[in-house]
């Protein structure tokens, strides 16, 4: 007997046959005893679909709007279920974001979760019912309806869990857990039975895809175990939790790519104190996400800083240098695009030496040529040539995996 919140995204909702397959979970786990809360998204691409239609009528939609809008997809999800419940005999009962509690700050489609109020929810699940609220919204101070950020549903869950205490967080979703590498494109891909949330937190910046990163963060921050599991395929998923049993021989539990990097280099900028913070305190009043960062040894007084940005940010990033690169006094701003960004994460290589090696040997046989390596304590990622990228992969998880 416990409280579980359960999460299910867009395409385990996306049709009639899907809904009832959630209901039939959700029965389940209320039969075996348990208050169950349920987060939904929205149905399949209903979200992106939206989104076009905003395009079809503007090019620059007003954020409120837009956030109307997209909250409009979640509630589909949330009374179909409800209805499905209630068809097979759960007694259950939908509520919107709002509903359930969620304040979040002003920021439309980026919004913060600043407090969440959960009587609403607590009477409900008191009166035996099934709860089943809407991810991904929120209402700000001015009671106009927010969103979370795509993929902000995920985050919901881990905050109802968090606030309720709940017993465990599931997170269903249509792979069975959290593999050593995305399993669609590498066949021996092993599903892990357990990540740490510091490992999790860098496979999902680093575009792993299976949980959004602020819910990671959320559900470290609160210690909320997550359970990612399949909504299809009921066998044991992956969890993640704060510190996972030693695995011999798990020394690395992934390897990720990354396609959304390009590398901006500013050619022949002074070789004089307070350069660095100029160019990148400008990118950051900008909102530009800059990750890896190298800069040459100067020479004649000059030197070359390179690094990269989000490939959406790169003409962006160009557009403000060439503006300001006499300010600077750069000379010239090169911009690469063509590259992907692979990394190896995993808590073990902070206690074993040679993990770097191993991985540069799997490149080096294979002909890659590394352009930048950043480290820190549980990940290493190269910048390679995006045409090597899927054989870099298969080559480092054989290295580490098998
Ligand atoms: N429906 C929203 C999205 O597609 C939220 C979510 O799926 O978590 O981003
Ligand atoms: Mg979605």
Same mark, same amino acid.
């Given at each position: 007997?416990?409280?579980?919140?359960?999460?299910?995204?867009?395409?385990?909702?996306?049709?009639? @046959?899907?809904?009832?397959?959630?209901?039939?979970?959700?029965?389940?786990? /209320?039969?075996?005893?348990?208050?169950?809360?349920?987060?939904?998204? +929205?149905?399949?691409?209903?979200? &992106?679909?939206?989104?076009?239609?905003?395009?079809?009528?503007?090019? &620059?939609? %007003?954020?409120?709007?837009?956030?109307?809008?997209?909250?409009?997809?979640?509630?589909?999800?949330?009374?179909?279920?409800?209805?499905?419940? $209630?068809? !097979?005999?759960?007694?259950?009962?939908?509520?919107?974001?709002?509903?359930?509690?969620?304040?979040?700050? /002003?920021?439309?489609?980026?919004?913060?979760?600043?407090?969440?109020?959960?009587?609403? !929810?607590?009477?409900?699940?008191?009166?035996? =019912?099934?709860?089943?609220?809407?991810?991904?919204?929120?209402?700000?101070?001015?009671?106009?309806?927010?969103?979370?950020?795509?993929?902000?549903? @995920?985050? %919901?869950?881990?905050?109802?869990?968090?606030?309720?205490?709940?017993?465990?967080?599931?997170?269903?979703?249509?792979?069975?857990?959290?593999?050593?590498?995305?399993? /669609?494109?590498?066949?021996?891909?092993?599903?892990?039975?357990?990540?740490?949330?510091?490992?999790?937190?860098?496979?999902?910046?680093?575009?792993?895809?299976?949980?959004?990163?602020?819910?990671?963060?959320?559900?470290?921050?609160?210690?909320?175990?997550?359970?990612?599991? %399949?909504?299809?395929?009921?066998?044991?998923?992956?969890?993640?939790?704060?510190?996972?049993?030693?695995?011999?021989?798990?020394?690395?539990?992934?390897?990720?790519?990354?396609?959304?990097?390009?590398?901006?280099?500013?050619?022949?900028?002074?070789?004089?104190?307070?350069?660095?913070?100029?160019?990148?305190?400008?990118?950051?009043?900008?909102?530009?996400?800059? @990750?890896?960062?190298?800069?040459?040894?100067?020479?004649?007084?000059?030197?070359?800083?390179?690094?990269?940005?989000? /490939?959406?940010?790169?003409?962006?990033?160009?557009?403000?240098?060439?503006?300001?690169? %006499? =300010?600077?006094?750069?000379?010239?701003?090169?911009?690469?695009?063509?590259?992907?960004?692979?990394?190896?994460?995993?808590?073990? $290589?902070?206690?074993?030496?040679?993990?770097?090696?191993?991985?540069?040997?799997?490149?080096?046989?294979?002909? !890659?040529?590394?352009?930048?390596?950043?480290?820190?304590?549980?990940?290493?990622?190269?910048?390679?040539?995006?045409?090597? +990228?899927?054989?870099?992969?298969?080559?480092?998880?054989?290295?580490? !995996?098998?």
């Amino acid at each position: 007997m416990g409280l579980i919140v359960q999460k299910f995204g867009g395409t385990s909702v996306r049709d009639r @046959d899907r809904i009832f397959n959630v209901a039939r979970i959700v029965a389940n786990t /209320r039969n075996a005893g348990n208050d169950v809360v349920v987060v939904v998204s +929205a149905q399949g691409d209903t979200t &992106d679909d939206l989104i076009q239609k905003a395009a079809e009528i503007t090019s &620059d939609p %007003s954020e409120r709007e837009m956030d109307m809008l997209l909250n409009s997809g979640e509630m589909i999800s949330i009374s179909l279920l409800a209805m499905a419940l $209630m068809e !097979i005999g759960v007694p259950a009962v939908s509520l919107t974001g709002w509903q359930a509690g969620f304040q979040t700050d /002003r920021a439309y489609s980026k919004a913060r979760i600043k407090r969440l109020e959960c009587e609403r !929810i607590e009477s409900e699940l008191a009166r035996n =019912r099934v709860v089943v609220v809407a991810g991904f919204q929120g209402l700000n101070k001015m009671e106009d309806l927010t969103t979370l950020g795509r993929g902000g549903s @995920d985050t %919901s869950a881990v905050a109802i869990a968090a606030a309720l205490h709940a017993d465990r967080c599931q997170i269903f979703t249509d792979v069975e857990g959290v593999y050593t590498a995305d399993p /669609r494109k590498l066949p021996n891909a092993r599903k892990l039975e357990e990540i740490t949330f510091d490992e999790m937190l860098e496979l999902a910046s680093l575009g792993a895809q299976v949980l959004n990163n602020r819910s990671v963060e959320l559900a470290k921050k609160y210690n909320v175990e997550l359970e990612v599991l %399949s909504s299809l395929n009921p066998v044991p998923g992956t969890l993640v939790k704060e510190a996972t049993k030693a695995m011999e021989g798990m020394l690395i539990k992934g390897v990720a790519k990354d396609e959304d990097v390009a590398v901006v280099t500013l050619v022949g900028v002074p070789d004089v104190p307070g350069t660095s913070f100029k160019v990148f305190s400008l990118l950051a009043q900008k909102k530009i996400n800059v @990750d890896i960062i190298l800069q040459s040894t100067g020479r004649d007084g000059n030197k070359d800083l390179i690094f990269t940005v989000p /490939r959406s940010e790169a003409e962006n990033t160009r557009k403000l240098l060439d503006e300001n690169v %006499s =300010r600077f006094g750069g000379s010239e701003v090169e911009i690469k695009t063509g590259v992907a960004k692979v990394s190896i994460v995993g808590a073990g $290589m902070q206690s074993h030496f040679g993990v770097a090696a191993k991985m540069f040997e799997a490149l080096s046989e294979n002909q !890659i040529n590394i352009q930048m390596i950043s480290t820190s304590e549980i990940k290493i990622s190269v910048i390679i040539d995006q045409k090597d +990228a899927d054989r870099a992969v298969n080559a480092i998880h054989a290295a580490f !995996i098998h």
